[in-house]
């Protein structure tokens, strides 16, 4: 019984980066001898045993073959005579299909630590094209190791764009799109994970509102980009920028999708595009599995990113209305969310991206001086729940009225 380590923890250890799980392959060895060493066994489709111990992931050595369409359709072997040289052929990208032996030697049958050093992620056999996830596998990688200058192989990208066309990528369960895609929007430059996808033509069958958006044009004086595509990754490279948070950058994502649907004759403006970004995002999340957390958030961007950006100019009652819709009384945490994504609506623009955004403050001491009005008397009042909640939206109007009086712009 041989163990090596293998994978993603390999490759990061190569790069310098920091090894955040750690994955093994056993060859030499039966399930039976695992587990009498106390091993416990948690694999559904082929034997893999979490360390009685460290609790990592300890995989027998395998081979697969291609059964039937789609990613499930997939027969396993597994015996003591399979090679640490057969188990690696079957992984995607030759970054991860390398192994480190006992003694520290590494075993790289397919020039991963050359990929490496010419940074570059390529698939390691034809075998790739047999399992669509690893289209979403790939983007996702370009987008993790885009800082480092990284990039797709052109004979791996047209593998993954020949996938599409033999609709491959149709067999793509809603659960295992979105959870990489929500891995995707985690990583540094989540834009490249979509920007991966068109270049091989998968984000028009995956994510079609989206890929709708390239080629539609908007006005150059507000967009000198022009492409509502383009903007869109910008907009998303902003709000990565600005947060960590999944849910920010992905309503960033679709907070225009309703642009793509503008009827030709209005070209390039967009009206009416708030409302129909906000059915098109509910529209996404019935199709994927967007938490509701996501979901929200997208259609609050979609509806009433355009009230933030005309914040100086909106009258008390407007104000009062975007406050409630977003429930800045109640969730401050997600009002900020909308907030920061409507500043990065504003810098993803060419040319724009360092200016100020002082919308966002005003919105933010408006909420506050809506927050503190004196509601002490409606406390030991009769009034019933109702008329109580009428008084307060009467007195936040009142607050929000004075507040824009006093409120000097910026010049």
Same mark, same amino acid.
């Given at each position: 019984?041989?163990?090596? &380590?293998?994978?993603?923890?390999?490759?990061?250890?190569?790069?310098?980066?920091?090894?955040?799980?750690?994955?093994?392959?056993?060859?030499?060895?039966?399930?039976?001898?695992?587990?009498?060493?106390?091993?416990?066994?948690?694999?559904?489709?082929?034997?893999?045993?979490?360390?009685?111990?460290?609790?990592?992931?300890?995989?027998?050595?395998?081979?697969?073959?291609?059964?039937?369409?789609?990613?499930?359709?997939?027969?396993?072997?597994?015996?003591?005579?399979?090679?640490?040289?057969?188990?690696?052929?079957?992984?995607?990208?030759?970054?991860?299909?390398?192994?480190?032996?006992?003694?520290?030697?590494?075993?790289?049958?397919?020039?991963?630590?050359?990929?490496?050093?010419?940074?570059?992620?390529?698939?390691?056999?034809?075998?790739?094209?047999?399992?669509?996830?690893?289209? &979403?596998?790939?983007?996702?990688?370009?987008?993790?190791?885009?800082?480092?200058?990284?990039?797709?192989?052109?004979?791996?990208?047209?593998?993954?764009?020949?996938?599409?066309?033999?609709?491959?990528?149709?067999?793509?369960?809603?659960?295992?799109?979105?959870?990489?895609?929500?891995?995707?929007?985690?990583?540094?430059?989540?834009?490249?994970?979509?920007?991966?996808?068109?270049?091989?033509?998968?984000?028009?069958?995956?994510?079609?509102?989206?890929?709708?958006?390239?080629?539609?044009?908007?006005?150059?004086?507000?967009?000198?980009?022009?492409?509502?595509?383009?903007?869109?990754?910008?907009?998303?490279?902003?709000?990565?920028? &600005?947060?960590?948070?999944?849910?920010?950058?992905?309503?960033?994502?679709?907070?225009?999708?309703?642009?793509?649907?503008?009827?030709?004759?209005?070209?390039?403006?967009?009206?009416?595009?708030?409302?129909?970004?906000?059915?098109?995002?509910?529209?996404?999340?019935?199709?994927?599995?967007?938490?509701?957390?996501?979901?929200?958030?997208?259609?609050?961007?979609?509806?009433?990113?355009?009230?933030?950006?005309?914040?100086?100019?909106?009258?008390?009652?407007?104000?009062?209305?975007?406050?409630?819709?977003?429930?800045?009384?109640?969730?401050?945490?997600?009002?900020?969310?909308?907030?920061?994504?409507?500043?990065?609506?504003?810098?993803?623009?060419?040319?724009?991206?360092?200016?100020?955004?002082?919308?966002?403050?005003?919105?933010?001491?408006?909420?506050?001086?809506?927050?503190?009005?004196?509601?002490?008397?409606?406390?030991?009042?009769?009034?019933?729940?109702?008329?109580?909640?009428?008084?307060?939206?009467?007195?936040?109007?009142?607050?929000?009225?004075?507040?824009?009086?006093?409120?000097?712009?910026?010049?």
């Amino acid at each position: 019984m041989e163990v090596y &380590l293998v994978g993603g923890a390999v490759r990061d250890e190569l790069l310098g980066l920091p090894v955040k799980e750690r994955d093994w392959c056993v060859v030499g060895a039966t399930p039976a001898e695992l587990e009498d060493r106390g091993y416990r066994p948690v694999g559904k489709d082929f034997p893999v045993f979490l360390h009685p111990e460290t609790g990592e992931e300890y995989a027998l050595a395998r081979t697969e073959r291609k059964t039937a369409a789609g990613y499930h359709g997939f027969a396993f072997h597994t015996t003591p005579d399979v090679s640490i040289e057969q188990d690696l052929e079957r992984r995607d990208l030759t970054v991860n299909a390398m192994a480190k032996a006992g003694n520290g030697e590494l075993i790289d049958p397919y020039g991963g630590l050359n990929d490496i050093r010419k940074k570059r992620l390529r698939h390691v056999s034809g075998a790739f094209a047999e399992d669509p996830v690893r289209i &979403l596998r790939v983007a996702k990688f370009a987008a993790r190791f885009s800082r480092l200058g990284f990039d797709v192989a052109p004979g791996t990208l047209q593998l993954m764009s020949d996938m599409v066309q033999d609709g491959e990528v149709d067999a793509l369960v809603a659960d295992r799109v979105w959870k990489e895609t929500e891995s995707a929007l985690g990583e540094d430059h989540p834009r490249v994970f979509f920007e991966t996808l068109r270049a091989c033509g998968a984000l028009k069958v995956l994510f079609p509102e989206i890929d709708a958006l390239f080629g539609v044009p908007q006005p150059e004086k507000w967009h000198p980009e022009i492409d509502c595509g383009v903007h869109t990754m910008m907009v998303l490279e902003q709000a990565t920028r &600005l947060s960590e948070d999944v849910d920010v950058r992905f309503a960033a994502l679709v907070h225009d999708l309703g642009k793509a649907t503008t009827s030709k004759k209005e070209l390039p403006r967009h009206p009416g595009h708030e409302s129909r970004s906000r059915k098109l995002v509910r529209k996404m999340a019935k199709r994927l599995p967007v938490p509701n957390g996501c979901r929200d958030l997208g259609c609050l961007a979609a509806e009433f990113h355009t009230h933030c950006h005309r914040a100086f100019a909106l009258r008390a009652s407007t104000i009062l209305k975007v406050l409630e819709a977003t429930d800045a009384f109640r969730r401050p945490d997600r009002f900020e969310k909308f907030l920061l994504v409507c500043e990065a609506d504003a810098r993803g623009r060419t040319g724009l991206e360092n200016r100020s955004y002082p919308q966002a403050d005003f919105f933010r001491r408006a909420c506050t001086a809506a927050t503190t009005v004196n509601i002490d008397d409606l406390k030991a009042s009769n009034l019933d729940g109702a008329s109580i909640g009428r008084e307060i939206g009467i007195r936040r109007l009142d607050a929000l009225r004075e507040f824009k009086e006093s409120y000097d712009p910026p010049k």
